[in-house]
């Protein structure tokens, strides 16, 4: 087997276990709570309200968390400030011609920075509108 077939398939491999990988602890864990509900119900022991509660508030994920926005808009600076930087980097890489047609990828990577950046401080305003409204 090449270095042609067995890079992509250890990228996807480590990809897909990156991902995988927490969404099953996760579910051990909410199946050993469940376990360990079971077995306290079948040996007739009372089980304590406050753990009822935080065991299945922990498996339940809360709709909207207070500080969304804040993260959402500091998201949004972190990703224009970066493309900024890829900006002046290719502007100092010479990247600029009269041209038109850019000689590397930074600029293309600070568009697609700039995109994200401007889609997550959108979404910050549309947060922080509609937080205002329902409070």
């Known amino acids: 087997m090449g270095a042609d077939v067995f ?7 480590f990809l897909a276990a990156v991902i995988l ?3 099953w602890l996760r579910e051990r864990t909410k199946q050993s709570a469940h376990q360990l509900i079971s ?17 299945t508030q922990a498996s339940a994920k809360p709709s909207q968390q207070p500080d969304r926005p804040r993260r959402t808009l500091g998201s949004g600076v972190v990703l224009l400030a970066l493309a900024g930087g890829f900006v002046g980097a290719a502007y100092l890489a010479g990247d600029f011609e009269p041209t038109g047609a850019a000689s590397s990828g930074m600029l293309t990577a600070a568009v697609i920075l700039g995109a994200l950046g401007s889609a ?6 549309v947060d922080y509108s509609t937080k205002k409204k329902d409070v």
């Not at 890079?7 to 491999?13: D, E, I, M, S, T």
């Open 39 to 55: 077995q306290a119900l079948e040996k007739g022991q009372p089980l304590d309200p406050a753990l009822m509660r935080e065991l």
């Open 21 to 23: 990988v927490p969404i």
């Open 7 to 13: 890079v992509p398939f250890v990228f996807f491999g």
């Open 120 to 125: 997550f401080v959108l979404l910050a305003i």
